[in-house]
């Protein structure tokens, strides 16, 4: 049976939904290939960002004539020339991006990928041609890189990844210059012989009233794949193959003294080192070997501020470390099944990805010195820990039948001394039109728990037998997931059906529901004006949870309508209405009961943005709603208001403030109120040097008297951290900082520090 056979095959169901259509502009755009050619190179560029040395006027050009966003394909404001070679192992890059007003450069001094907001030049380089993933490369006026990764299969952007390329830029009285200098090598590719065909697109990011993305291609509103957007070029024949080992060692240091008690006014010191390693082994362009030992995991830079209050299900925070970054889109799928970050003090871990034509895979292996759960529910999740090392794993691979359709499996496992996990999915993705995109994902996953965890391993599940008995501690379920999505210029719609079983485990991954079914439904209108607002959307949308039972936990009727405009500003307004289940127990005890009382909520919101000035940002959202006092399980109304400030002060410093104020109102009378402010500075002195300060405030106020079963009348913690980094190149980096942390209880009356720490970090690249 031939591909064509089985993809047909795979895919009839799909066809019975949405008829395919294909238009004969879309044959002939298919069957086209307009490639150009990259010129091949032996030239002696000095990166000085000047674009003076003759090879520049060998290389191939292109003009950015079109400015894509926010209007539609209208001539760009402003001339951008770009010229493009390789030299076999370096791909170079020069722009000459001219501005009839130099002095309006927006160009500032930060650390790298934090200058998505100035005036930048770059690319999109897919260099397996398939659609399916593509480097990102930008520089601004001040030389200062971003870097990251687009995958179409999760239709996001990482700046977590980071590339050892150079680059420099140039002020002139027509605008600025920059040159590029990209190792092949920090990229994947294929090396079969002869021309390599890959796909581009060359970008100009131009802030003003508004901002404006420039590029050599015309963008297809009805083509909702930006990926496939990209160009065709060919070259490359004369990249050797990559056999390249890199060692990252990292060395810790740290001094920390915390106090036994709030009250004790003892310190208690301890010191310690850490020597760590990564271990990158680039065996070809395409095939990655890498391995860690004694990763590290200390926060250099403190998490952002986080809210749990009246908040029934567990914080994510994201992943930061190397080792475990590098390649992480090669593992995305529809569920979210592999997150590192539950990995939590690993010794060592091993990771394979490879991509070969039409196939992609990843491994990883890792050991935790201890497991870390969340156990999930319909209505509330929690998180728990083995004290057993337990070992991690992780399979995906990915089958590309085409640039319209793949089908992928994987697998995760963690396994300890009285504890498994093991977890087999297969997911794919059909695209029929430029337009309408298809995705489902199918999963059973086999568990057991320790007897100890067998009372809590379905939080809130509404089957009580889900509260298992010690000694029936195995698990055995099933999940799955499909959507639809369809995006045209001027109107989209989107549908999901999602259901996990109630025994469905992914503890490798951040999945918080077990007993549980979804069904959404979203569609909206879509207007491009070039009069005072640029873009005008309106959308409406149906939701509905129930748990495997068809009982119901929630429905949600929403619309909302946003707006952009002068200033680089946005509008966001809605409505809606809810009703929503309370949790599973009797209000005058913690016992679990099959009672669940539905509650009818409205709420109603307004969000905006806009750049006063170029330097200062500001944004704020205000929300009114009725919800549910989950202390109580009773109707309350809350109030919910966060500004944000960002002000580029000058060239070097930077301050940003993101305050979040939280009333509830329960019972006829207050029950708590907020206040969390979180507040980031950096003084840049150069792109390479920088001095980084946080603080995170928390003020909590309780009302003691109208919580059923009492509480204290208020909390506060503050936390800071003065932090110097200095980065040798993208890879190397070191730091030196300070952090402290203090609380106030009701006991203690006033502030007291009870932990402090100064750390020093080195990680080097060979």
């Not at 083509?223 to 890199?246: E, I, K």
């Not at 362009?285 to 995991?297: E, G, K, R, V, W």
Request: proline content about 3%; hydrophobic content about 35%.
């Amino acid at each position: 049976m031939n591909i064509s056979r089985i993809k047909m095959l795979f895919f009839i169901f799909a066809g019975l939904l949405l008829p395919t259509e294909t238009t004969a502009a879309d044959s002939e755009e298919k069957s086209s290939d307009n490639s150009r050619q990259i010129p091949f190179l032996q030239e002696n560029i000095i990166l000085d960002g000047k674009l003076d040395e003759t090879g520049w006027k060998k290389a191939q050009s292109y003009r950015l004539a079109y400015a894509t966003e926010p209007f539609e394909n209208i001539q760009a404001p402003v001339d951008t020339r770009v010229y493009v070679f390789e030299s076999g192992d370096t791909l170079y890059v020069g722009f000459i991006a001219r501005d009839p007003e130099p002095e309006k450069i927006r160009a500032y001094l930060r650390d790298r990928d934090k200058v998505w907001q100035d005036d930048l030049v770059g690319l999109k380089l897919d260099t397996y041609g398939t659609q399916k993933l593509a480097y990102h490369f930008y520089v601004n006026a001040s030389g200062v890189q971003i870097d990251t990764i687009e995958s179409e299969l999760s239709d996001s952007l990482r700046d977590d990844w980071d590339a050892n390329w150079q680059s420099a830029t140039a002020r002139t009285q027509q605008g600025y210059t920059a040159e590029f200098a990209i190792p092949l090598k920090s990229m994947n590719f294929s090396e079969k012989d002869g021309d390599k065909h890959w796909r581009l697109e060359f970008l100009r990011w131009y802030p003003r009233e508004v901002k404006y993305r420039l590029s050599h291609i015309a963008v297809d509103r009805n083509n909702s794949c930006s990926l496939c957007r990209l160009v065709p070029v060919q070259g490359f024949a004369n990249t050797p193959g990559s056999d390249t080992l890199t060692i990252f060692p990292s060395a810790v240091s740290s001094y920390s003294e915390k106090k036994p008690s709030l009250t004790d006014q003892n310190w208690q010191s301890s010191q310690d080192w850490e020597l760590g390693a990564d271990i990158s082994w680039q065996i070809t362009s395409d095939d990655l070997l890498s391995a860690t030992i004694n990763p590290d995991f200390s926060q250099i830079e403190a998490d952002s501020a986080q809210l749990s209050l009246n908040n029934n299900f567990s914080l994510f925070f994201p992943e930061k470390r190397r080792f475990f970054l590098e390649n992480q889109s090669y593992f995305d799928s529809m569920y979210s099944l592999v997150h590192t970050r539950n990995i939590v003090e690993p010794d060592v871990g091993v990771k394979y990805t490879s991509r070969k034509d039409q196939h992609t895979l990843a491994v990883l292996l890792a050991n935790d010195q201890a497991t870390h759960l969340r156990i999930p529910g319909n209505l509330n999740s929690s998180t728990t820990k083995i004290g057993e090392e337990s070992i991690n794993g992780a399979l995906r691979y990915r089958y590309d039948f085409d640039d319209d359709a793949s089908i992928g499996v994987l697998s995760t496992v963690r396994q300890a001394s009285n504890y498994h996990n093991y977890l087999l999915s297969v997911d794919s993705k059909y695209r029929f039109t430029e337009s309408t995109t298809m995705r489902w994902h199918l999963l059973n996953s086999s568990s057991e728990y320790p007897w100890q965890l067998a009372g809590q391993l379905c939080s809130g599940c509404s089957n009580e037998s889900s509260l298992r008995a010690p000694g029936d501690k195995s698990l055995t379920g099933s999940a799955w997931q499909i959507e639809l999505d369809h995006t045209a210029r001027n109107w989209w719609l989107y549908g999901q059906y999602k259901q996990n079983g109630e025994d469905f485990r992914a503890d490798l991954g951040s999945e918080d529901k077990a007993d549980y079914k979804f069904y959404q439904g979203k569609s909206g209108y879509v207007l491009y004006e070039r009069s005072i607002w640029n873009k005008l959307e309106f959308w409406a949308g149906y939701s509905k949870e129930t748990n495997i039972n068809n009982e119901l936990l929630a429905n949600n009727t929403e619309i909302q309508f946003n707006l952009h405009g002068p200033m680089q500003s946005r509008i966001s307004t809605g409505a809606g209405k809810q009703k929503k289940a309370g949790l599973r127990y009797d209000k005058n005890s913690t016992k679990i009961t099959g009672n669940t009382p539905l509650f009818d909520l409205d709420f109603a919101f307004i969000y905006g943005e806009f750049r006063p000035a170029q330097s200062i940002f500001l944004s704020t959202l205000l929300r009114k709603s009725d919800t549910i006092d989950y202390a109580n399980n009773r109707l309350a109304r809350q109030f919910y208001w966060q500004p944000i400030v960002q002000w580029d002060v000058n060239q070097h410093f930077y301050f940003k403030m993101t305050y979040t104020y939280e009333d509830l109102d329960s019972g006829g009378d207050n029950l708590y109120i907020a206040r969390l402010a979180d507040i980031r500075a950096n003084y840049q002195f150069s792109a390479a040097s920088k001095l980084r300060f946080s603080a995170i405030h928390n003020n909590l106020s309780f009302n003691p008297g109208n919580y059923i079963h009492g509480r204290d009348q208020g909390f506060q913690s503050l936390g800071s951290q003065l932090v110097y980094s200095y980065r040798f190149n993208a890879l190397s980096t070191f730091y030196l900082g300070y952090s402290s942390n203090a609380v106030e209880t009701d006991q203690l009356g006033k502030l007291v520090q009870q932990e402090r720490n100064l750390f020093t970090k080195l990680t080097l690249s060979f």
